[in-house]
Nanobody, 126 residues
Framework: QVQVVESGGGSVESGGSLSLSCVAS?????????MGWFRQAPGKEREGVAA????????YYADSMKGRFTISQNAAKNTVTLQMNNLKPEDTAMYYC??????????????????WGQGTQVTVSS
């Protein structure tokens, strides 16, 4: 079981930037993780935003985030950062971090993740 804690949400105007951070802490097993960011807007399903493999060699982005969002990992600190630039009002959502212990593959499929954080709110005003 892995504890996942997000931080860094907030409110920003359209075109602005925010950085989200996530820390994973395993109670048992390996401390090597693949991690992903997901988001859920009111009335909508949770969707994948970005994902990264352990060590950061593989990353995936949802099409609407490519070129604006960057996911990175500090494996030594078990942290993942999501840098979000050129934010748009449609990016407004609760953002969730998820982790899966190695061996694993980076994935935008929420079904493969067992451990989830509580979420952090991102609000972008026009």
């Amino acid at each position: 079981q892995v504890q996942v804690v997000e931080s860094g949400g907030g409110s920003v105007e359209s075109g602005g930037s925010l950085s989200l951070s996530c820390v994973a802490s395993a109670y048992t097993g390996t401390r090597k993780y693949c991690m992903g960011w997901f988001r859920q807007a009111p009335g909508k399903e949770r969707e994948g935003v970005a994902a990264i493999s352990y060590g950061g060699s593989t990353t995936y982005y949802a099409d609407s985030m490519k070129g604006r969002f960057t996911i990175s990992q500090n494996a030594a600190k078990n942290t993942v950062t999501l840098q979000m630039n050129n934010l748009k009002p449609e990016d407004t959502a609760m953002y969730y971090c998820a982790a899966q212990q190695a061996p694993c593959l980076a994935s935008l499929n929420r079904e493969v993740y067992v451990s989830w954080g509580q979420g952090t709110q991102v609000t972008v005003s026009s």
